[in-house]
Each structure stands twice: as structure tokens, then as C-alpha cells.
């Protein structure tokens, strides 16, 4: 935006020295330009040049009690004269890992790491090493990091279910040789994979709600079969609920679906915004890490920090029995029928999809999105420019058409976000002919 000076003076500076002036790829999406923030508090944030916005970005997920909340940064803050890594354990370790087992009884047995990145990847690794075979299955257009065994292309239609191509130059090819790629929500697909894969499958890996290429929850059936198809093999099912965990529900999606799966991956809002992530599910899966056979390291694993972050984010996420979900759903529930009310007026369609913490916004007559093609291809340019319509009013979103919701969101800043919405669709009308 051509009236923020201190932004674009940081992002010339940040050019010289951080590779395309940013540190994570995602971010050179943001339209018109990076920005840079200097504070954020509750559901706000400031950029560089002081101007405020709602945050429904929320650090791409992590914010679930809304930012620099007070009963995370004190506990942390506590720890902090004590020391931060010791190269041995600490006792919170066991209580965060005692709660995550209370809220999400599938991981009876867990080890903690920073990224969702790297707790996939140990995922997979566990998967290989207690099945003792090698091919994976994942879903196009759900992301499960950046690593080479997992990153992917998007699938070509003609092409599924396919050998999983690499998604960035510099990635080998052989990294992902024992990888398939299925499409969501196809039961075709699932039955000539299992017909290929029979008696070779380690294990299915997926986003139990899609979050990451439109919120596509699965449809009736699939995840039951997914579920079926990996007991039957004796192969390992993995939930990655790094988006989906403490963020639809104190138990996350495994709990909304009530399907248990084998092993899972959680993240981001696990501490509120601090680094942590954890893997973990059957005990006998976890039987040869216990053991030192299958390794899985970190120099930073479980710091004190991050934990004490957890232990504090998980406290305020299940007092009073996860009361705290109903508040979310209920905004961001109340944010979407919003949404699409004040399109009506101006006569346009909109889809909104998702449980409510999360949920994504489509231009688009369809009644539902169930497939991942048709999510990438629907109203691309209609939503970006929403998007940057919303910015110049103080409303942040990240720029693809998802929405998170954290606690901090009070009904003030819904209606703020609202009476903006109004303004940015009539621009969308304007500038878009129907
Ligand atoms: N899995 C999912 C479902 C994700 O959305 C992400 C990040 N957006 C990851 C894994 C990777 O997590 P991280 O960025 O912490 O490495």
C-alpha cells in the first residue's frame, strides 16, 4: 500500500539481506507487498507504520487465544531466570504431554519437536520403521511442510493417483519415489490405490478437515474408509492436525469426526504462538524410538519456553470443559453468516465452508466445494482483491481465502470486520462484471 512508508523501507532494507526480503516463501504471497509488524496484542495488530488491523491471520494459525496472551507470556516469562535448554529434560515436558494425552487420548505416547515440519517427518519415519515398508499415500493440496520426502505438485487431473512429483526446484525426485498422491474426497482413487499398494502400504497421511486448499471437510464415508483400508494393510493412519489441533476442538478434528487415527502430528496453536510440536499416537509404534532405534533428535526439543508456553496455552484451552470452543465457533460462525449476509444485500453469491475457528471464503455460486480443483481455480481474482479491499480498512487476511478466529475476537471487532466486509464486496462487485 502506497501509505506505508516504514513497511516498505523495512521490506528495501530486508531485501539486502533476507532472501526476497522475507524468511518464510509463504509470506511473498501477501499482496501488494510484506508487510512488516511490530506488536500485536488480543485480536490486533500493528504494522510498522502504526496502523491497526484485525487479525484474522492469526501467525497462519498458532493464535488461539488471541495474541500476547497474558496467561501464556507470564508463565513463560516465570521460566525465563531459570533457563531456557539444558541438553537434558525438564518436568514440564511430562505435563504438557499428560495434558495433550487428556485432551487427545489417541496419543498415548508423544515426543515434542518445533515445527510441524519435522513432526511429520518423524511421523513418516515411524510409519516406515514399525511397518518395515515404505509407500506413503498423501492428498493433493494438503500440505504437511516443506520437507523433501513429503512436499509435493499439484496433481494433474489426467495423471491420479500418481507418483508424487517434487513442488520446488533443488527437491530429488528420489525422495518422493515411495510416495503416491491421491485426490481428496475421491473414493475411486482410494480403491485403485489400494489395488496398486497391497501388502507395500506404511501409511496414509492426511489433513483430517483440508485446511490448506480451501476447508474441505472429508465426505461421508472417506476418512471411514481411509480408516478400513490402513487396518486392513496393517499400515499406519496419520492424522496431521497441525492446523485442525486445539483449534477446532480441545480434542481436534480426530474428535469432531470420532475416528481415531494411528499417529498424529499437532502444532501451531498448541502454544499459543510459541514453537512446539508434537507426534505421537499407539504406544507400540512408538516402541522403537522409545527404544533409540528409530531416531528422531532435537537440540531445542522440549526447551523450556515452548513448553511452559504449552502448559499454560493448554490450561486456558480446556478449563471449564474446552468452554472456550464454544465462544470461538460461536465468532466464527457468527463472522460467516455475516459474511454472507452483507454479499446478499449487494447480490452476490459467496460459499463459506469450515467449523468455524477456521473457515474459508469462496466468490462463487456453487452450494458447496468438495474437491481440491475446484477450490485452487474459484474465484481467484475476486479474493485477492477483497483481500487488499479489507486491508486498506484494517481487517487482515491471509491472501488464499482462509480465516482463523481466536478468542480475542470480541463482538466489536466481528462488527468492525463486517460493516468492512460490506465496503470491500460493493468493490469486489464494482471491479469484477457478473
Ligand atoms: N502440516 C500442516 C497441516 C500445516 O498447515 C503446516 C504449516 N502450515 C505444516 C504441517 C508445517 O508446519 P510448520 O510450518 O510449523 O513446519
Redesign the pocket.
Known sequence: MENLPRSRDYLNRARAVLAGGVT?S?RLAEKPHPLFFTRARGAVLEDADGRQYVDYVCG??PIILGHADPRVTDAVARTLPDGQVFGGQHPLEIEVAERVRTLVPSMEVMRFS???????HAAIRVARAATGRLALVRFDG?????LDGIYTANLRAEEAPAAGQPGSRGQPAEALSHVMVLPWNDAGGLAAAADRLRGRLAGVIL?PIL??TGVIPPRAGFIEAIREWCTREGAVLIF?????GFRVGAGGAQSLLGVRPDLS?F??AMANGF?V?AVGGRRELLTAVASGDVLHAGTFNGQVVSMAAARATLDALAADGGAVYGEITATGRAIMEGLRAAAGTLGMRVLLQGPGPVFHLWFTDLPVIDDVRTARATGVREYERFAQAMLRRGVRLIPGGRWYVSAAHTPDHVARTLEAAEEAFREVAAAVPS
Open positions: 518464510s509463504i497462519y494459525g518445533l515445527s510441524g515440519s519435522e513432526a511429520v494438503h500440505y504437511h511442510g516443506w489433513e485446511c490448506n496431521d492436525e497441525v492446523i485442525t502430528v502444532g501451531k514453537p510440536s
